[in-house]
């Protein structure tokens, strides 16, 4: 199993979609980071402004934590699993490396290079973040009385397991569409679509629940998507979602509710992906 996950990190860590959907995050910062301190080193010096809350301050520097809940960052890890599993169909490669191995192997490997690059991207996106506020700190940015470690480290790893759902979520599906579309294009379409879908779920609620409100309010509360944003929100804000539906009624759900119906949703994807990729033939 060791050894089928180091295969497909091999193979995946220099490949231009790894670099174009996954290590963009953290290159991109550490360019926006390295051009801020040139600027700001060279800069006339401004007179001091308020100092942050440190809560506000702490909070503030996990925000990039926040990339894997948006629409772009789960479009862009929904690509990126698209290119790991519907991408052995385009390649027609996938005869080659079964008879290595079995095929549920192959795919929990799969999984775990996808979410395993992600997740390590975002990591060091963050730990670039931080590094930049310590540097900003020697050249005048003062940071806030009531900083600690401490406190930092339990606000990021808060926020990282957070992000950790949106990650399995987007990986998850996007493997399933792979399995079924065996397409990329097709994968990253439907994938797409989800989150245009997510986006218009207000707008959805109130248009269905005029003309069949039992019904939309049952797939509201039973179907993903409000889930996923009722905890990205419960993350973000510390309140959930609430769906309008109409001038009296809504959906507010319980961030256990979401969470469980979130990881029930998400292992039937994988469990729908391993049963169906056993029994696909790919010769």
């Known amino acids: 199993m ?12 220099r490949h231009r979609g790894t670099w174009l959907m ?5 290159i991109a910062i550490f360019l926006i980071a390295l051009a801020s301190l040139v600027y700001y080193q060279f800069a006339p010096a401004s007179p001091p402004g308020e100092s942050q ?41 996938w005869k080659l490396i079964i008879p290595a191995r079995k095929r549920w192997q192959l795919v929990v490997a799969k999984w775990a290079v996808a979410v395993g690059f992600v ?38 790893a808060g926020a990282a397991a957070y992000a950790l759902l949106p990650i399995a979520y987007a990986t ?8 079924l579309t065996r397409s990329i294009l097709a994968t990253v379409i439907i994938s797409i679509g989800l ?15 005029a003309r069949a409100p039992d019904l939309t309010r049952f797939l509201i509360e039973t179907l993903p998507p ?14 959930g979602l609430v769906s309008p539906l109409g001038p009296d009624a809504s959906v507010a759900l319980s961030w256990t509710t979401s969470l469980l ?23």
């Open 2 to 13: 060791f050894d089928a996950v180091a295969a497909e990190a091999l193979k995946m860590r």
């Open 22 to 26: 996954v290590w963009i995050f953290p």
């Open 53 to 93: 809350p440190a809560a506000v301050w702490i909070a503030d520097s996990a925000i990039f934590w926040r990339a894997p809940g948006s629409a772009p960052g789960r479009i862009l890890i929904a690509g990126f699993a698209a290119l790991l599993f519907a991408g052995e169909y385009s390649w027609n490669t």
């Open 119 to 156: 997740f390590a991207a975002f990591v060091l996106t963050d730990l670039i973040s931080l590094t930049t506020e310590w540097l900003r700190s020697l050249q005048g940015s003062e940071i806030p009385e009531g900083v600690t470690f401490s406190g930092i480290f339990a606000a990021h």
């Open 172 to 179: 998850a599906f996007a493997a399933l569409f792979a399995v």
């Open 195 to 209: 989150v245009i879908l997510e986006g218009m779920l207000g707008l959805l609620g109130v248009f269905f629940h």
């Open 226 to 239: 409000y889930h996923m944003l009722n905890l990205i929100e419960w993350a973000n804000r510390k309140a």
């Open 261 to 283: 119906a979130l990881l029930a949703w998400i292992g039937l994807a994988m469990a729908i992906t391993l049963v169906r990729f056993s029994r696909q033939d790919l010769n």
